[in-house]
């Protein structure tokens, strides 16, 4: 299904493909101990989407892979892949959501965000619950980062028995916020992709994309899983900073807000 997906988009003459997060069922909260048998076919699944991007001529960021590493260790990484079916980069989840950290080994907390160079410009790559993070996107920015693509699995149950009680659709007005709030704080482009499923299971969907000034450019209104082709007019981005001069101010040496530990 995401291969015909992707083949319908470069049909559509789009020039980037989005999944969501683990979107090959390759990892689940209750984590059925098949799971890391199928974590290690992740070379192989990379491998076909490397030659599906250069047989489409798209760029492709596959969700992200739980990948089987040597000590029986699963990381949670996102790729981008360029048009030609070359890796331009790479980026494990640093910030787990709870219930994977029984399973899953976060990228190490001393190592930076890292924005790389596309077809499409500078771009970086974040997983999910990196959304709730300003401060990740602030150092993607800083090295130059125009558009933040998020694959996220994110549900509405995950504002747990006591969020829903509160407000049963919590979680999609935190993250219609959030993508939002994102992308004008940081003059940048969010393409956030979402997990498709039932509502009754507390799927959430809501794949959108934000710029400044515009908000929301487009999103799933509902959880079902489909294809949505959005045109993004990336100039908007220097319009955007000519009013609020973030990155300025970001780069500048005596720049006030620093992090230590």
């Keep these: 299904r995401a291969k015909a997906f992707i083949r319908d988009a470069a049909a559509a003459g789009a020039h980037l493909a989005v999944l969501p997060e683990y979107h090959l069922a390759d990892f689940y909260p209750s984590h059925d101990p098949t799971i890391r048998q199928q974590c290690s076919n992740w070379k192989t699944y990379l491998e076909n989407y490397c030659a599906l991007a250069k047989e489409c001529n798209i760029c492709i960021v596959p969700g992200?892979?739980?990948e089987l590493h040597a000590g029986n260790t699963i990381v949670n990484a996102a790729y981008f892949i360029d048009n030609k079916g070359g890796t331009r980069g790479r980026y494990e989840?640093?910030?787990?959501?709870?219930?994977?950290?029984a399973y899953v080994k976060s990228s190490k907390s001393d190592t930076r965000h890292v924005a790389f160079d596309t077809p499409l410009g500078k771009v970086g790559l974040l997983i999910?619950?990196?959304?709730?993070f300003p401060e990740a996107f602030r150092e993607l920015v800083m090295q130059g980062a125009k558009m933040i693509i998020v694959p996220a699995f994110w549900k509405l149950?995950?504002?747990s028995d006591v969020g829903l009680k509160h407000n049963p659709r919590s979680e999609g007005d935190f993250l219609d916020a959030a993508v939002v709030s994102r992308a004008f704080e940081n003059t940048c482009a969010v393409v956030f992709c979402n997990v498709a499923g039932?509502?009754?299971?507390?799927?959430?969907?809501?794949?959108?994309?934000?710029?400044p000034f515009k908000g929301c450019l487009d999103k799933f209104q509902g959880c079902d899983?489909?294809?949505?082709i959005v045109?993004?007019?990336?100039?908007?981005?220097?319009?955007a900073e000519q009013a609020y001069k973030i990155r300025e101010d970001l780069a500048k040496p005596d720049w006030h807000y620093g992090y230590s530990r």
């Design 64 to 66: 992200s892979l739980g």
């Design 93 to 101: 989840k640093k910030n787990l959501w709870h219930p994977e950290r």
């Design 128 to 132: 999910c619950w990196d959304l709730a």
């Design 157 to 159: 149950s995950d504002a």
């Design 198 to 211: 039932p509502a009754n299971e507390g799927f959430a969907g809501l794949s959108q994309i934000a710029v």
């Design 225 to 228: 899983e489909g294809l949505k």
């Design 231 to 239: 045109s993004v007019d990336m100039d908007i981005l220097e319009e």
